[in-house]
């Protein structure tokens, strides 16, 4: 049977629909899973074959109430992941504006300097700044956190910033000086409020980040300061794994920033795909 | 209300100079005209006069004053830009209001000089309204209120009219040859329209290359050009140039001591006139007519296979093909150098 042109396009909408869906599902399937073992006694858990229907129980919560505090973790998460992107906003956002409108012959290659630590091995760095951090007493504290989270999300979000900042037209910017602005002024008057929307994502972005980030959680704190990463890390390692009880920690940890990108997701999303659509 | 001198200026950008000693001096109240080709440097002249570009070499002075190391700000400068350059996110009045603001001016003194300029440039409903919901002919007219409200002693204006259409760049430039008899402000005009240059100005300032090619006032340019470029770049449609050898053989005796070698012919398309095979200057094929309404541009070729333009107020009868003869007055008549492109005092 022939088809036309228009009934083509219909088929290959929906085949791409449907092909959209299938690799959703596949991405969202150990989330789900994760969820469903956090409700299953730790024998369902390692039951073969795996359960899909079985009698939920909220045993595994009640035992990581009794046994840790999760709201001191979660609290930690959130003033590290918030206060590392805070600080690293502090610095990327006169540093991108420095460079987008003040651009030397180097800046490109600064820029792209800065982005190649992120390519160097954190574990490389690990003696050095672990030393630091103890000389300084700084281990397993919310600053020392704070700080590196700052830094190693700097060249990411110096990046996207500067992008977004090259948006702005040059001359609004020389219309302000010409109008007499201080370069504090400028930035907070002109540039902040024109990339607003950049700006953002750009923090969303970066608090995700953080919030998922493991490796320094895990090497530089303990009780004091651990995030809700290193929180799920300590239920893995000196009780052996137990399934049921590691989902239902790890749903803990993930629920806060799952809903946090939900309600910001059309924000996030645009950091995302900065450049790709202008 | 100052005066303006630019007194030996050179830009450079790493090594390649793109200014080369330009000396202007610019009379108090007077408007002036920046006129050149793309590139040719007119508006970085115009922004080292903003100070949004260094000064290599040269002092640029502003009521006396040698303000290369004073920030834009400061040098008594306004400029109005070619894209607007409104602040988004403000209203019209805040947009006005702004370097007023940053200069601490008073808020009482700040209303009254914004809804004095709103009220000249009939913007007094817009002010709240914010750039977006604005034409492109009142975003200017909000560009060109936030340059009135600071009162400058020099009025920059960066190829206002250039995103425009082509009815409102006429309007618009009404606007602004009224505002500078109203102000009486020195001003400063860049653009590439010779149009605009020849309306507006006091005096042009053609520049090529980053020299300035000759200056004076817009007839003087018209009338004198001092070479074949300035020729061309003012009057339209551009002048028309010969060389001698397509000329009717007793043409020549027109001119005094017409020596033909290395030199050029020029004469605008509105000075030809079409006369009979006796008393011709040039003869050429009629090509193609080009019917405007209230005049035909005609476009012709001579022998050497030379394409020339006549303006013409009616429609030549003659089919295509046919042979027409044309002759000018001999003070319309400019003589060239070949080479340089100089002008050779006329005939």
Same mark, same amino acid.
């Given at each position: 049977?022939?088809?036309? &042109? ?119 760095? !690990? ?135 939900? @309600? ?15 | ?18 200014? *080369? ?98 009220? @000249?440039? *009939? ?56 505002? *500078? ?13 010779? @149009? ?22 817009? !007839? &003087? ?60 200057? @040039? ?50 008549? *400019? ?13």
């Amino acid at each position: 049977m022939m088809m036309t &042109d228009r009934q083509r396009e219909l088929l290959k909408h929906r085949i791409r629909a449907a092909l959209a869906w299938v690799i959703a599902c596949l991405m969202f399937f150990p989330i789900l899973w994760m969820i469903l073992t956090s409700f299953k006694t730790e024998l369902q858990a390692i039951a073969v074959p795996p359960l899909f229907f079985f009698e939920p129980t909220i045993e595994n919560y009640v035992l990581i109430e009794e046994r840790t505090d999760y709201l001191r973790y979660a609290w930690n998460s959130v003033v590290t992941s918030f206060g590392g992107t805070l600080l690293g906003m502090l610095i990327a956002i006169p540093s991108a504006y420095a460079m987008a409108f003040n651009p030397s012959r180097r800046t490109k290659d600064i820029l792209l300097w800065m982005l190649s630590t992120k390519m160097l091995p954190a574990v490389g760095v !690990m003696m050095p700044i672990y030393l630091i951090c103890q000389k300084l007493g700084l281990l397993d504290t919310r600053v020392a956190l704070i700080v590196i989270y700052a830094l190693i999300n700097l060249p990411v979000i110096m990046l996207i910033l500067f992008n977004y900042f090259r948006d702005i037209p040059k001359e609004i910017l020389e219309a302000s000086q010409i109008d007499g602005t201080s370069t504090f002024n400028e930035i907070v008057q002109i540039v902040l409020p024109l990339a607003w929307g950049g700006i953002a994502s750009t923090a969303l972005l970066s608090i995700v980040l953080l919030w998922n980030e493991a490796f320094w959680s895990i090497v530089l704190t303990s009780a004091d300061a651990g995030t809700l990463v290193a929180l799920v890390a300590s239920f893995s390692s000196p009780e052996g794994l137990f399934w049921a009880k590691l989902s239902a920690v790890s749903t803990l940890a993930c629920a806060p920033i799952i809903v946090f990108g939900w @309600v910001t997701q059309k924000q996030l999303v645009q950091g995302l795909t900065f450049g790709a659509v202008k | 209300m100052a005066n303006l001198t630019l007194e030996n200026i050179f830009k450079s950008y790493a090594d390649i100079e793109v200014i *080369h000693d330009v000396t202007l001096d610019i009379a108090d109240g007077e408007l002036v005209v920046f006129v050149g080709p793309s590139g040719c440097g007119k508006s970085t002249l115009l922004r080292m006069i903003a100070g949004l570009e260094d000064i290599t070499k040269g002092k640029i002075w502003i009521d006396g004053r040698v303000v290369n190391e004073v920030a834009p700000s400061k040098r008594g400068v306004a400029m109005v830009f070619q894209t607007y350059a409104l602040y988004p996110h403000m209203s019209v009045y805040r947009n006005m209001a702004f370097g007023l603001k940053q200069a601490k001016t008073p808020a009482k003194e700040i209303d009254q000089r914004v809804r004095a300029a709103a009220d @000249v440039l *009939h913007l007094t409903d817009f002010l709240q309204r914010s750039p977006r919901a604005l034409s492109g002919g009142q975003r200017q007219r909000v560009a060109i209120g936030r340059a009135i409200v600071r009162e400058p002693e020099v009025f920059l204006f960066d190829e206002p009219l250039s995103n425009l259409d082509a009815a409102l760049r006429v309007q618009t430039r009404l606007e602004i040859a009224r505002l *500078h008899e109203r102000l009486a402000t020195t001003m400063v005009y860049v653009t590439h329209d010779q @149009v605009e240059a020849m309306t507006l100005a006091d005096r042009i300032v053609v520049l090529r290359d980053g020299k300035i090619e000759q200056q004076g006032s817009p !007839m &003087d340019l018209y009338e004198r050009p001092d070479n074949s470029f300035v020729a061309q770049f003012i009057g339209s449609p551009k002048m028309n140039f010969f060389l001698p050898t397509v000329l009717a053989k007793n043409a020549p005796s027109k001119f005094k001591d017409f020596n033909p070698e290395g030199r050029v012919v020029g004469i605008r398309p509105e000075h030809l006139r079409i006369c009979d095979g006796e008393s011709n200057l @040039v003869s050429a094929v009629l090509e193609r007519v080009e019917q405007l309404g209230e005049y035909a541009l005609v476009h012709l070729l001579t022998e050497d296979g030379g394409e020339f333009n006549v303006k013409m107020d009616d429609i030549p009868k003659e089919p295509k093909g046919t042979v027409l003869h044309f002759q000018a007055k001999v003070e319309h008549i *400019h003589l060239f150098d070949k080479e340089s492109g100089k002008r050779i005092p006329g005939p």
